[in-house]
């Protein structure tokens, strides 16, 4: 028979959840675009907002409604589609941040809890890190420091929003994944794109000037030049149209994807050496990479 004086440990582990999910709703706001659709987003730092960058379908007549039910206009500070990250302005008043959840803490079976911002308050789920691995490439060529697999459902509206560790540490933002899973965007991963949204409205990205193809030809993997920007790092170095980039320092090259995965921000202003064969015969062009310029 149970004691019933003695403490419930369910009521006390779901009262703790409750109080997780209100610290991190008090950092957490709606985001409304003219599109319509709902998302969710973290307040960063004072009169700072970051959401994820796929949901932002637009740029202009942005509104967030705070914590306090206010809303209030927002305006686009930068949007990184690499790393899925968007920074807004806002008059958000003061708050203090959630702390950062130390790296090295979480581990695959931790327990996890995403927090969003819908029309009637507060989303939450909770579930475990099903997934921690290092550093990785997003569909879009942004670098993330660790890869964080969430093992739990996403609410729609809760895309940009937060995500905490069992001691309401910030983990980093929701964001849907492939195959419907859910990730975390980390927080230093955020954290270096908004330094760069912040400052120049931009992440930088590394530029060849080159159109290219996966190609095979016998032994011959690579990436066939179709076209050539003659202004641009590539052309300049001597890049010919028909020459088949094989690899870049040394490191095999079969797809556009490796390619523009490795024309990161790190890349700007360093030079590469791209192997190539051209007419049956390698190569060596040495190529010092420029910084793409704003769409």
Same mark, same amino acid.
């Given at each position: 028979?149970?004691?019933?004086?003695?403490?419930?440990?369910?009521?006390?582990?779901?009262?703790?959840?409750?109080?997780?999910?209100?610290?991190?709703?008090?950092?957490?706001?709606?985001?409304?675009?003219?599109?319509?659709?709902?998302?969710?987003?973290?307040?960063?730092? &004072?009169?700072?907002?970051?959401?994820?960058? &796929?949901?932002? &379908?637009?740029?202009?007549?942005?509104? #967030?409604?705070?914590?306090?039910?206010?809303?209030?206009?927002?305006?686009?500070?930068?949007?990184?589609?690499?790393?899925?990250?968007?920074?807004?302005?806002?008059?958000?008043?003061?708050?203090?941040?959630?702390?950062?959840?130390?790296?090295?803490?979480?581990?695959?079976?931790?327990?996890?809890?995403?927090?969003?911002?819908?029309?009637?308050?507060?989303?939450?789920?909770?579930?475990?890190?099903?997934?921690?691995?290092?550093?990785?490439?997003?569909?879009?060529?942004?670098?993330?420091?660790?890869?964080?697999?969430?093992?739990?459902?996403?609410?729609?509206?809760?895309?940009?929003?937060?995500?905490?560790?069992?001691?309401?540490?910030?983990?980093?933002?929701?964001?849907?994944?492939?195959?419907?899973?859910?990730?975390?965007?980390?927080?230093?991963?955020?954290?270096?794109?908004?330094?760069?949204?912040?400052?120049?409205?931009?992440?930088?990205?590394?530029?060849?000037?080159?159109?290219?193809?996966?190609?095979?030809?016998?032994? #011959?993997?690579?990436?066939?030049?179709?076209?050539? %920007?003659?202004?641009?790092?590539?052309?300049?170095?001597?890049?010919?149209?028909?020459? #088949?980039?094989?690899?870049? %320092?040394?490191?095999?090259?079969?797809?556009?994807?490796?390619?523009?995965?490795?024309?990161?921000?790190?890349?700007?202003?360093?030079?590469?050496?791209? &192997?190539?064969?051209?007419?049956?015969?390698?190569?060596?062009?040495? #190529?010092?990479?420029?910084?793409?310029?704003?769409?």
């Amino acid at each position: 028979m149970t004691d019933p004086f003695s403490p419930d440990p369910l009521a006390a582990f779901s009262d703790r959840l409750a109080a997780l999910v209100a610290g991190a709703a008090d950092r957490t706001v709606a985001v409304h675009g003219r599109d319509g659709r709902a998302r969710s987003g973290l307040l960063w730092a &004072e009169g700072l907002v970051v959401t994820a960058e &796929e949901a932002l &379908e637009h740029d202009d007549e942005l509104a #967030v409604t705070l914590p306090d039910g206010r809303t209030v206009p927002a305006q686009l500070a930068g949007r990184d589609p690499g790393t899925d990250v968007a920074l807004l302005k806002a008059e958000t008043g003061g708050f203090v941040p959630l702390a950062p959840a130390p790296p090295a803490l979480l581990a695959p079976g931790h327990l996890v809890l995403a927090v969003g911002r819908g029309e009637d308050g507060a989303v939450a789920a909770h579930g475990i890190a099903s997934l921690v691995g290092g550093p990785w490439r997003s569909m879009r060529g942004g670098r993330l420091d660790r890869r964080i697999q969430l093992g739990l459902r996403l609410d729609p509206c809760a895309e940009g929003g937060t995500v905490l560790d069992h001691a309401g540490r910030l983990i980093g933002m929701a964001v849907p994944g492939p195959k419907r899973r859910a990730l975390a965007i980390p927080a230093e991963t955020i954290a270096r794109s908004v330094e760069q949204l912040r400052t120049r409205g931009r992440v930088a990205r590394g530029y060849l000037g080159l159109a290219m193809q996966p190609v095979q030809a016998g032994e #011959v993997r690579g990436l066939i030049v179709v076209g050539v %920007d003659p202004r641009s790092p590539a052309g300049q170095a001597g890049v010919l149209l028909g020459d #088949v980039l094989v690899s870049w %320092d040394g490191r095999p090259l079969g797809t556009v994807r490796e390619m523009l995965a490795r024309l990161d921000p790190d890349s700007v202003g360093t030079t590469v050496t791209l &192997e190539l064969i051209r007419a049956g015969r390698p190569h060596r062009v040495p #190529v010092r990479i420029a910084e793409r310029a704003a769409a």
